[in-house]
């Protein structure tokens, strides 16, 4: 069985200050994990994605994550928030094997940036 | 541009209605979702479709049909439906297997009256 868990449902933070967003996964398989982020009334816009190769990956906007298999996290930072980082993000894992996949989301961490 | 693009990006619809979701994908990809997002509620996965065979369906009800007439359209038929039923319709797409991510468009906001 696989299953995400987001730690926060909300975390606010000031305009400046780093972000860290938490995640833990439990897989029976090597998953990949994916960060994906929604402003209103958007779809989900992919963040960056770990497929078992480097565990400190990089993504777009300035967010990173660093997979720890020892403590089966996936957390997500950012060295200084931005208002425009202000929106929901969703921790995802997914594996495949013999010919079926199951991909699993978080609930979500809605992040409020203060100016 | 996301490379998936969804249709109409608003609906209303009364209960009495037939209206359908169109999701279009132009990105080789061999899979495609739908996923339902309520207020405050986890995201929903309903169906999934692998070479436009239906692959995974999450006990949805009838009043919602699926349609994949090829591996770049998706559509989801509606009618009959509830006010409970008012969500963001999120479609996606990826390669079946292996590990790439899932490709989203911007989503159809439903609203039913």
Known sequence: AQ????????VSVS????????CNYSSSYSPSLFWYVQH????????LKYTSAAT?????NGFEAEFKKSETSFHLTKPSAHMSDAAEYFCVVRWSS???QKVTFGTGTKLQVIP | ETGV????RHLVMGMTNKKSLKCEQHLGHNAMYWYKQSAKKPLELMFVYSLEERVENNSVPSRFSPECPNSSHLFLHLHTLQPEDSALYL????QYLGNSPLHFGNGTRLTVT
């Open chain 1, 40 to 47: 209103p009334n958007k779809g989900l816009q992919l963040l």
């Open chain 2, 91 to 94: 479609c996606a797409s990826s």
């Open chain 1, 15 to 22: 305009e400046g200050t780093p972000v860290l967003l938490r």
């Open chain 1, 56 to 60: 400190l990956v990089k993504g777009i």
């Open chain 2, 5 to 8: 693009t969804q249709t109409p």
């Open chain 1, 3 to 10: 299953s995400v868990t987001q730690l926060d449902s909300h």
């Open chain 1, 98 to 100: 013999g010919g079926y």
